[in-house]
């Protein structure tokens, strides 16, 4: 499964919260949703990414009541942990006798195994964002994980990563979101295993400068993997990876901005190469990936910036 959207515009006012009741809520999200009390079309857009064990969603509506009862539990197949983020408005959210009020930029841990009520406020707009997280990666308290990941010095990155999915308009490609889904998993993975275990920040930036010059020698070759890059710099491949966490990137990012940076260098050099021989030359195997690497990185496609 790629991404996939399901809204509710399509529908005629009057019939909008049935659809989101019947269709989205009751057949694959299992939540109760609540009619408001406000005379206003219930509004509602919801973009899922999903590959594999790996799940990313992003729902923006107007202000409503979501619950998750004894009975959408015991119907769902769906038991795992959810790392929620509000991307803007805000969100009233209680679970297990503990409240949060969450405003633009904030996260809350969800069990979906338990009831739980979600306020969703429409402020200048209402859209969050939720990504699943395995049950066994959390040995604390969740009111306590959330609290980590709240206000953890890395939290500025984690943010980051959500504000990049947010705002991405490219229909959430598979290769970008596996990026954003593992330097996910790896902060995540560092702020929730405590102050002691974490690696030194300076350290970890020192490890990606050595990593993207050799990717920037490298970057040219369509099967580059993080093992090579590893050997070059002398540093297992584990260590690479969560030092590049750590600064809130990854490998596979690192790659693909290497190679559009190369192929940028190439439309401004070489005015007789097409496109389609620059993004092999610079170490993409299809061109429709590069096309998605190019305008995510520089917000323009390749041709808009030839010379």
Not at 94 to 123: C, K, M, W, Y
Not at 157 to 162: G, N, S
Not at 174 to 190: K, P, S
Not at 253 to 264: E, G, H, P
Request: hydrophobic share 40%; proline share 3%; aromatic share 8%.
């Amino acid at each position: 499964m790629s991404c996939i959207t399901w809204a509710t515009h399509a529908v005629e006012d009057s019939r909008r919260f049935e659809y989101y009741r019947d269709g989205l809520c009751a057949s694959y999200a299992r939540l109760t949703p609540h009619k408001t009390a406000t005379d206003l079309p219930l509004d509602v857009c919801l973009r899922l990414w999903a590959h594999d064990d790996k799940s990313f969603s992003q729902l923006s509506s107007t202000s409503h009541l979501l619950s998750r009862t004894a009975k959408d539990i015991r119907t769902a197949e769906d038991d795992h942990l959810y790392l929620n983020f509000v991307a803007t408005g805000e969100m009233y959210f209680e679970q297990s006798g503990i409240r949060h009020r969450l405003t633009s930029g904030q996260f809350v841990l969800v069990d979906n195994a338990r009831p739980f009520e979600a306020d969703l406020r429409n402020i200048n707009g209402h859209t969050h964002l939720a990504c699943r997280m395995p049950r066994n990666r959390i040995s604390i308290d969740l009111s306590e994980a959330t609290q980590r990941l709240s206000r953890h010095k890395l939290t500025p990155l984690l943010v980051r990563l959500f504000d990049h999915a947010n705002e991405s308009d490219d229909d959430w490609a598979e290769d970008d979101m596996l990026g954003t889904f593992e330097a996910i998993d790896g902060l995540t993975r560092v702020i929730l295993s405590g102050p002691d275990s974490l690696l030194d920040q300076s350290r970890a930036m020192v490890t990606r400068k050595k990593v993207e010059q050799e990717i920037r020698i490298h970057s040219h070759e369509a099967t580059l993997d993080i093992t090579v890059i590893a050997d070059a710099v002398g540093i297992p491949v584990r260590t690479v990876q969560q030092h590049l966490m750590l600064c809130g990137t990854n490998f596979r990012r690192l790659l693909s901005q290497a190679r559009c940076d190369a192929a940028l260098a190439l439309l401004r050099r070489d005015g007789q190469m097409s496109l389609e021989e620059i993004a092999f030359a610079v170490g993409f195997l299809e061109t429709s990936s590069f096309y998605r690497a190019f305008k995510r990185h520089f917000g323009a496609p390749p041709r808009s910036l030839r010379n």
